[in-house]
């Protein structure tokens, strides 16, 4: 089958955030909604700090709640809120580059 090249600028991805709770690991997901960037473009944004990459890749995200149980709307203040939490910037860092490597085949 032949490669058909088309230009993908965004993507949805799922993203597992692990958080401590009680001694143990909690792990949620949601899905981020990725800015898909050229491969030098990946390169210096690994260069320019974790803020900074979360800043030029998350550009939306479905299935984060708030403390009532509503869903979480993307905006400035949500993405600041979000940026501020280290456990969710990591599985947010960790899916994006799982995302560009590409997944392992299983045997």
């Given at each position: 089958?032949?490669?058909?090249?088309k230009k993908v600028t965004e993507y949805d991805w799922?993203?597992?955030?692990?958080?401590?709770?009680?001694?143990?690991?909690?792990?949620?997901?949601?899905?981020?909604?990725?800015?898909?960037?050229?491969?030098?473009?990946?390169?210096?944004?690994?260069?320019?700090?974790?803020?900074?990459?979360v800043r030029s890749v998350l550009v939306g995200w479905s299935g984060i709640k708030d403390a009532t149980g509503?869903?979480?709307?993307?905006?400035?203040?949500?993405?600041?809120?979000?940026?501020?939490?280290?456990?969710?910037?990591?599985?947010?860092?960790?899916?994006?580059?799982?995302?560009?490597?590409?997944?392992?085949?299983?045997?």
């Open positions: 089958m032949a490669l058909v090249f799922e993203v597992t955030v692990q958080s401590p709770e009680k001694g143990k690991f909690k792990k949620e997901t949601f899905t981020a909604k990725f800015k898909n960037v050229g491969r030098k473009a990946f390169a210096n944004l690994i260069e320019a700090g974790d803020e900074n990459f509503n869903d979480l709307e993307f905006n400035e203040d949500n993405f600041e809120a979000i940026l501020d939490d280290q456990y969710i910037v990591l599985g947010i860092i960790k899916a994006y580059g799982e995302s560009v490597q590409g997944a392992t085949e299983k045997n």
